[in-house]
T-cell receptor, first 114, second 108 residues
Framework: DVKVTQSSRYLVKRTGEKVFLECVQD?????MFWYRQDPGLGLRLIYF???????EKGDIPEGYSVSREKKERFSLILESASTNQTSMYLC?????????????FGEGSWLTVV | QKEVEQNSGPLSVPEGAIASLNCTYSDRGSQSFFWYRQYSGKSPELIMSIYSNGDKEDGRFTAQLNKASQYVSLLIRDSQPSDSATYLC????????FGAGTTVTVRA
């Protein structure tokens, strides 16, 4: 089975702190994604990556950056956390760029910024 | 116009009934379509994918796609309390876009 692991499940951070959300997948998938999910808004794509050291902006990249130094690891960085970034963050991966490839999600990271 | 729109719900159905979920999408060039189920506090899990017009059945689930109408639906037959969840429609062209989800409650 594909496993996407988000190491931090629940975090509480202060406004202005730098926050790292880590994600690791174990199936040698090329594609990795970061979404955030908010009530009534569904899942919104923040950033994605199709290869090591490659990144593309999604629909809501402002206030976020990402890092993909190794194929299996995709990190989301909040340079200076703000209260409007309180949300659930979902990491996902898929095999490659084919449109039919299934996306597998991690368990989610619940971030509260106070 | 949102890329993917779902009826907002919540949808309440009695046990054993059919639950019908609808989804429309704006990009006519979309190529693949997915339904995910998400239990409260959990991450989404894939339950159906469909790529061509018509119906696709998997157990109690049937996905229906009509590309001309830009419409995809999910039917859940013989609904069970364990089907109570939020159902997310996702549409893929160059990237996967999600609807806001429809919450389904199955009454015992």
């Amino acid at each position: 089975d594909v496993k996407v692991t988000q190491s931090s499940r629940y975090l509480v951070k202060r406004t202005g702190e730098k926050v790292f959300l880590e994600c690791v997948q174990d199936m040698d998938h090329e594609n990795m994604f970061w979404y955030r999910q908010d009530p009534g808004l569904g899942l919104r794509l923040i950033y994605f990556s199709y290869d090591v050291k490659m990144k593309e902006k999604g629909d809501i990249p402002e206030g976020y950056s990402v890092s993909r130094e190794k194929k299996e690891r995709f990190s989301l960085i909040l340079e200076s956390a703000s209260t409007n970034q309180t949300s659930m963050y979902l990491c996902a991966s898929s095999l490659n760029g084919g449109s039919g490839n299934t996306i597998y999600f991690g368990e989610g990271s619940w971030l509260t910024v106070v | 116009q949102k890329e993917v729109e779902q009826n907002s719900g919540p949808l309440s159905v009695p046990e054993g009934a059919i639950a019908s979920l609808n989804c429309t999408y704006s990009d006519r060039g979309s190529q693949s379509f997915f339904w995910y189920r998400q239990y409260s506090g959990k991450s989404p899990e894939l339950i159906m994918s469909i790529y061509s017009n018509g119906d696709k059945e998997d157990g109690r689930f049937t996905a229906q796609l009509n590309k001309a109408s830009q419409y995809v639906s999910l039917l859940i037959r013989d609904s069970q309390p364990s089907d109570s969840a939020t159902y997310l429609c996702a549409v893929n062209k160059n990237k996967l876009s999600f609807g806001a989800g429809t919450t389904v409650t199955v009454r015992a």
